[in-house]
């Protein structure tokens, strides 16, 4: 009914870029916030950051200005820009959002991630 795909990750040489995109379907009214998380094998899951509905954005200190949050409320969709990449950034990054259904209820939904591969 609601399903979260996120896309753009691959394998990417350090100190690259990369660009994921989450686009949300279904039976949605709106959608309120949105994160980017990630997994590493035998880790768990690290929130990354946070956007809302109007464009407020939180991100983890570690990543500010290096990985920045956007949405497209238009199109139902989150951003996330990656620049200087490590390998210790290889994981599993999973979108998150907080969806309002057609009968005004909010339920949490997650992407099945998009696999970021960074080699040195």
């Known amino acids: 009914q609601v399903q979260l795909v996120e896309s753009g990750g691959g394998l990417v040489q350090a100190g690259g870029s990369l660009r994921l995109a989450c686009t949300a379907s279904?039976?949605?009214?709106?959608?309120?916030?949105m994160g980017w998380y990630r997994q590493a094998p035998g880790n768990q899951r690290e929130l990354i950051a946070t956007i809302t509905a109007r464009g407020t954005t939180n991100t983890a200190d570690s990543m500010k200005g290096r990985f920045i949050i956007s949405r497209d409320n238009v199109n139902n969709t989150m951003y996330l820009q990656m620049n200087s990449l490590t390998p210790e950034d290889t994981a599993v990054y999973l979108c998150y959002a907080n969806v309002r259904r057609l009968n005004g209820l909010r339920y949490d939904y997650w992407g099945q991630g998009t696999q970021v591969t960074v080699s040195s």
């Open positions: 279904g039976t949605i009214s709106g959608i309120n916030a």
